[in-house]
């Protein structure tokens, strides 16, 4: 208890990274959800490790071009931002180009964006040995070393997006659940498809920069897995997931704090318990439910 | 008057050919089942003319505005995920969509019509049930009703009696003959199963061989009848 009030002080040291965690874990699964939903579900693993390659990407290309960057710097931030949102945004549109040509073979893609991705961070890191540990560092994801001009930047972006997508909440549900009906009603489903998937990328890239690849992946999936088994309409759907999401990432900022654990693991650690405690209580209420003659 | 119009038209996927040459006119008010073989290109036809399939020669025009006057599409219940948590008035309230624009969002009218839809296929206590839960015959009427929920001019369903026992079917049957019969409301289908037309359906058209011949459904069933067993 003497936890939650240290942290929810104004004065807390932590206060920005506090802010951050919350805010990836409230619009991770409102993206999530469309990523269970479209049964894309690896695609939150392959797109948060093409953001790490962005990452190292630019930052590699920094150091070739321009020259060294300064650890902490604010080009260097920049540079993340810019190489994770291309590579993320580059990806995501070219699978869902390749989906349109077929969808048997959606899963290798995804897996070999996957396998290319990580292959690639690496060799970007053992090219620029100068910056390795540092690169590192923001690969991991830097919560703790949050700053209130980088909430305030993540805070708009998120928002952006979150505007978005209640905004065109029933354009993103139709060619979601119906492509074909969505195409017979005259809708721009090409236009709907690359702007969910723009939302989808740019809050993973930010995530990503913000919490790291393991956060993100956790934060886009078991907030809607466990949400999926507690509710019965689309709306109640993405607003348990979000709620799921800020509590877990809550819950687990204040046990990292309290027990001096890693954050991003803990996190994920405690996502992964919601999910399974929520399908225990599930699998019970089946269980004791009266069976039909 | 005419509805819809096919002149000349060439269907297919890539480069293989499933129809070509067809000529086709549906009149307002009318029943029309596109009947055949399996693989015949039945349904392929039917992605033709609700737009889901760009004809490779001809075309097929369509008498009013597809925006003032969109049509209402029951597609086969398996392509639809029952992962997505939907309630039966959400599945409905898709089928007002259709003369939304992107910034409107569904209001008091569009839930009015989408509730006056369930009530057309007789399933208005189903309107907070789980989608997913349904039977074969009730996710299809609630498909019927998303389709009117479009106020369409013309209704186009792709088997809607496949896989469902012969009271359901009797069922969808009834409401679409009725809504025919009553409302005139224009009915395209297609269907494999000969038996649920008799009764309902005047007018066919016989799918087969690459091409499409319209006739009365008892001359029509006589002659493929005659040339199967022949």
Not at chain 1, 5 to 21: K, T, W
Not at chain 1, 148 to 155: K, P, Q, R, Y
Not at chain 1, 242 to 261: E, L, P, Q
Not at chain 2, 85 to 107: K, N
Request: hydrophobic share 55%; glycine share 10%; proline share 4%.
């Amino acid at each position: 208890m003497n936890t939650v009030v240290e942290v929810l002080s104004p004065g807390f040291i932590l206060r920005d990274a506090l802010i951050a965690s919350v805010l990836v874990g409230l619009v991770c699964p409102l993206v999530g959800v469309y990523f269970v939903l479209r049964r894309m579900i690896f695609l939150g693993v392959a797109l948060p490790q093409l953001a790490a390659a962005g990452i190292a990407f630019s930052l590699l290309m920094h150091r070739m071009f321009v020259g060294p960057h300064p650890h902490g710097g604010a080009s260097d931030a920049m540079m993340a931002r810019l190489g994770a949102t291309a590579f993320t945004l580059g990806g995501i549109l070219l699978l869902a180009l390749l989906e349109r040509r077929g969808r048997e073979f959606v899963e290798a893609r995804i897996g070999m964006t996957f396998a290319i991705a990580g292959a690639l961070t690496i060799l970007f890191l053992a090219a620029d040995p100068w910056g390795e540990a540092h690169i590192v560092n923001l690969l991991k994801g830097e919560l703790l070393a949050a700053t209130e001009t980088s909430v305030v930047f993540l805070a708009a972006v998120l928002s952006a997006v979150v505007i978005a997508l209640i905004a065109f909440q029933k354009e993103f549900l139709l060619v979601s659940f119906d492509h074909d009906l969505a195409v017979v009603f005259g809708k721009r489903t090409t236009f709907w498809d690359a702007l969910l998937y723009l939302l989808c990328g740019v809050t993973i890239s930010f995530g990503v920069l913000a919490a790291g690849p393991l956060v993100t992946f956790g934060f886009l999936l078991a907030p809607p897995l466990a949400a999926r088994q507690m509710t019965r309409r689309m709306v109640t759907f993405s607003v348990v997931s979000s709620a799921i999401g800020g509590v877990t990432a809550f819950v687990g900022f204040c046990a990292a704090y309290r027990y001096d654990m890693p954050l991003g693991p803990t996190e994920v650690a405690i996502s992964a318990g919601v999910v399974l405690l929520v399908s225990a209580g599930d699998w019970l209420r089946r269980a004791l439910a009266p069976h039909p003659a | 008057m005419c509805l819809l119009r096919l002149r000349d038209v060439s269907l297919g996927y890539g480069n293989r050919p499933v129809l070509e040459h067809v000529d086709l006119e549906l009149a307002r008010g009318e029943f029309l089942a596109l009947l055949g073989p399996n693989g015949a290109g039945k349904t392929t036809l039917l992605r033709g003319i609700v737009g889901l399939l760009a004809p490779t020669a001809g075309s097929i025009e369509y008498e009013l505005d597809r925006r003032a006057s969109p049509l209402g599409y029951v597609p086969q219940r398996e392509t639809l995920d029952p992962a997505f948590p939907l309630t039966v008035f959400e599945v409905v309230l898709m089928g007002t969509y259709a003369r939304l624009s992107a910034w409107r969002r569904a209001g008091a009218h569009q839930h009015r019509v989408a509730r006056h839809a369930l009530e057309l296929v007789g399933l208005p206590a189903l309107a907070d049930q789980r989608f997913a839960d349904l039977s074969g015959g009730q996710t299809q009427r609630v498909l019927i009703a998303r389709a009117l929920a479009a106020e369409p001019s013309l209704l186009v369903l792709d088997e809607p009696t496949a896989g469902i026992d012969a009271d359901a079917t009797a069922a969808i049957m009834g409401v679409l003959s009725r809504l025919n019969r009553d409302d005139g409301l224009t009915v395209l289908l297609v269907t494999h199963q000969v038996r649920v037309l008799q009764g309902v359906v005047k007018a066919v058209v016989w799918v087969q061989d690459g091409g499409a011949a319209r006739g009365g459904l008892e001359e029509t069933l006589a002659r493929h009848t005659m040339a199967a067993v022949l």
